[in-house]
């Protein structure tokens, strides 16, 4: 069964600032990472997936102890989970440009 894609007519070009959790329509008002392509249903999935990651983040600074450790804390493992499920959305949605670079980066294996 293959996934459905709206057509390319109800997409839209969008510009995602990771660090920034940002979503912008206009390429030239502030920086960015990527460029996708997205209907207002893909959009918003993004959306989602950066608001959950902005809760686990607060989540973590609240329990933060102060000691700098590798942890296998399931808190840390949700946030890498939902770094992981933005670029792979990222790399779904993506030009060719940001494809070839989320692949460079050896995040999705």
């Known amino acids: 069964m293959t996934e459905f894609q709206a057509p390319d007519s109800e997409r839209k070009t969008y510009y995602v600032a990771v660090g920034a959790r940002q979503i912008l329509e206009d ?12 209907n207002e249903d893909e959009l918003t999935e993004l959306q989602d997936l950066f608001e959950e990651l902005q809760d686990s983040d607060e989540d973590n600074a609240f329990h933060f102890s ?9 808190e840390d493992v949700t946030y890498d989970t939902l770094f992981k499920d933005i670029y792979r959305l990222l790399h779904k949605l993506g030009t060719h ?10 995040i999705l294996q």
């Open 27 to 38: 390429a030239h008002s502030a920086s960015f990472e990527f460029a996708i392509h997205a």
């Open 66 to 74: 102060g000691l700098p450790t590798v942890s296998d804390d399931p």
């Open 97 to 106: 440009e940001t494809r070839s670079h989320i692949e460079s980066m050896g």
